[in-house]
């Protein structure tokens, strides 16, 4: 069972470095976009989109590992009742606060940039 939640883990982190390059696929593509005509921006057009459905399908899948890994943590928690465990939640709430701020942030301005 816990090499589940090791591959659980390492999705977590790789989808997140997804969402990310594909946020600064659709920054560059944008950034091109100006110099783009006719055909070329059409098929521009198209790989932002496929970039934006990119980054929205790793955002989902980083919403499911993460509840993998806070149902694990959940349950790491109740067996062991150490103090560094409440140390570790704290962090954990600021982290994912922070990063709840960042996705809603750069879905917004991939969109923003799928669409301009």
Not at 7 to 15: M, Q
């Amino acid at each position: 069972m816990k090499y589940i939640y090791i591959i659980n883990d390492f999705a977590h982190d790789l989808f997140t470095g997804l969402w990310l390059s594909s946020l600064a696929a659709i920054y560059l593509i944008h950034l091109k976009m100006g110099e783009a005509d006719g055909t070329e921006w059409q098929l521009v057009s198209e790989l932002s989109g496929d970039f934006l459905w990119m980054q929205n399908i790793a955002l989902g899948l980083i919403m499911l590992t993460g509840l993998g890994r806070y149902l694990h943590q959940k349950k790491a928690a109740a067996d062991n009742h150490a103090s560094h465990h409440q140390a570790r939640r704290q962090v954990l709430i600021i982290k994912h606060i922070v990063m709840g701020i960042l996705f809603t942030l750069g879905t917004a301005l991939g969109l923003v940039w799928r669409l301009h």
